[in-house]
């Protein structure tokens, strides 16, 4: 079977967003086995897996991307969206746009402190589009 | 269905290069619904998502890629094949080998602003080979 | 054919270590052509493809990546595991915690030099959570 949605995320400001509970309330009835894809439709926003416990994770995953790929640097060329917008597609390619996550008995196979992240990389990213395939039987 | 193809790529130089066209060209009628698997079968080049639209955004990723993994580090040892090959292989774990993308009425259902990338790190990295699986119905 | 395993690593010493063999060995007959999906049950360790010829990559991939996201920030708030722990977390999201790689007569096609690598990134991590799952035909 494949079964395959487009939902749009609510608008969730700068920072890494845990969003689990969100795309499990948009799939229907999951595969014994399988695997979900996600895909986000956007070069400035990305998606990832980690810990789904403590918040100060997040405020830390947001302080380590600001030091990969800080603002303002001289050489950039593409600035007319401002300063968050170069920073952004470069941090979306370090995370890429992609999940895949394994379904086992119905249900996302993640581990005990596994949660899904949106990576909001804009300062006003808005409604992220998302793309969900389920692939499995 | 499935189908997979093996494909070359044109020779580009060092940089990030969008492909789009060349790989809608390589794909034959694509299901419905589904999923394109891309992976590049090498250890200094990747593959990524990101703006089709202003080509400085490719230079500024170049920009950004450099600062994330500099060449001449005294604390490398793999230098042998010359300054630009150990930071391409860095380079590449942050892109990663791969790309998901899904198929939806038949096409590739990319975001507006995406196209796909590919990232040369090397200087002279000649006709990169890419596996194309899709998968749907 | 859709098959699912989860298997278990040994426990590796913090750094970049090839599992191609390990996992070959995990796989039982794989379809003709099709894809493996490889997912890790963790938020501190990774999966990446690269070079399987000399190991002084896997030295310098540890010192890129101890680089990229340095112990002892001042900024970092989730200290309590230790002072590898949130780096172990920023890390592991530059990697991605999953792998697709194509299947084609049978086998798995990845490039000469490649191969599969677990990135453990925290200093006594333990024996890893792997789901994998191979779809084809």
């Known amino acids: 079977m494949i079964y395959q949605k487009e939902i749009r995320l609510p608008s969730l400001q700068r920072g890494f967003h845990l969003i689990t509970p969100y795309i499990e309330k ?20 990305g998606l990832a897996i980690n810990e789904n416990a403590d918040p100060s994770v997040q405020h830390d995953l947001d302080v380590i991307f ?24 470069g941090k979306s390619v370090l995370t890429g ?10 249900r996302l196979n993640l581990g005990t402190w596994q ?6 990389f804009r300062n006003h990213g808005g409604r992220r589009k998302v793309v969900l395939t389920v692939q499995g039987e």
């Open 66 to 89: 600001n030091h990969l790929v800080p603002e303002n640097r001289t050489e950039y060329r593409h600035t007319t969206e401002g300063p968050d917008d170069m920073p952004a597609h």
């Open 97 to 106: 746009p992609s999940l895949i996550i394994p379904i086992t008995g119905g």
């Open 26 to 45: 948009e799939l229907d009835a999951l595969p014994e086995q399988g695997i979900l894809h996600m895909f986000i439709k956007h070069t400035s926003a």
């Open 115 to 120: 949660g899904i992240y949106l990576c909001e």
